[in-house]
């Protein structure tokens, strides 16, 4: 079955970027989509089709996908974006990363 | 607005069943695939199953093949999981959620209910 591997935790100083990667066979070549949760919050979408934001979600969250790696970037990290972060792809089947703890300090 | 309510979790003993119900509001719920994503305390997000529109078409992730059946009632819009045979394992917070018809991501999800198999 289709796996997606995430860094466990990445920490950010406010202000920075923080690049978030999400590894995966040929990933390149799958949609990737990427979610926001909080603690005691159902997920929020923050990056789909890769590279696209729903309405609502600031600017500074952008995507990119190529070769084995989709990367979420949080540009001008807020104390508001620590939160876990999940990357997903689907085929016949949906798959999730295992997850990311992003901590601004 | 879109509004996803799950209800029906609760505390259940290994090997009996449960069923849970999500009511959906604010979209033309037969227009859309719906799913039911779990995420076990302090875990990450585990897809469970998918129906898409009429109800003809369902996936399972292996986890829960032959032990879980995910059901719709469009007239109702309303979406279901009967869970049989549960195990220990099960317990999770189960969301239901809603994709894009173009893509199975997730733009709507509902609030949750926890689910806890133990005897």
């Known amino acids: 079955s289709y796996e997606l591997t995430q860094p466990p935790s990445l920490s950010v100083s406010p202000g920075q970027t923080a690049s978030i990667t999400c590894s995966g066979d040929n990933l390149g070549d799958r949609d990737a989509s990427w979610y926001q949760q909080k603690p005691g919050q159902s997920p929020v979408l923050v990056i789909y089709q890769t590279s696209r934001r729903p309405s609502g979600i600031p600017e500074r969250f952008s995507g990119s996908n190529s070769g084995n790696t989709a990367t979420l970037t949080i540009s001008g990290t807020q104390a508001m974006d620590e939160a876990d972060y999940y990357c997903?792809?689907?085929?016949?089947?949906?798959?999730f990363g295992g997850g990311t703890k992003l901590t601004v300090l | 607005q879109v509004h996803l309510v799950e209800s029906g979790g609760g505390v259940v003993q290994p090997g009996r069943s449960l069923t849970l119900s999500c009511a959906a509001s604010g979209f033309t719920f037969s227009s859309f695939p719906m799913h039911w994503v779990r995420q076990a305390p302090g875990k990450g997000l585990e897809w469970v199953a998918v129906?898409?529109?009429?109800?003809?078409?369902?996936y399972y992730a292996d986890s829960v093949k032959g032990r879980f059946t995910i059901s719709r009632d469009n007239s109702k819009d309303t979406l279901f999981l009967q869970m049989n045979s549960l195990r220990a394992e099960d317990t999770a917070v189960y969301y239901c959620a809603r994709s894009y018809s173009s893509g199975w991501y997730f733009n709507f999800w509902g609030q949750g209910t926890l689910v806890t198999v133990s005897s």
């Open positions: 997903q792809t689907w085929d016949s089947s949906v798959v």
């Open positions: 129906i898409l529109y009429d109800g003809s078409n369902k």
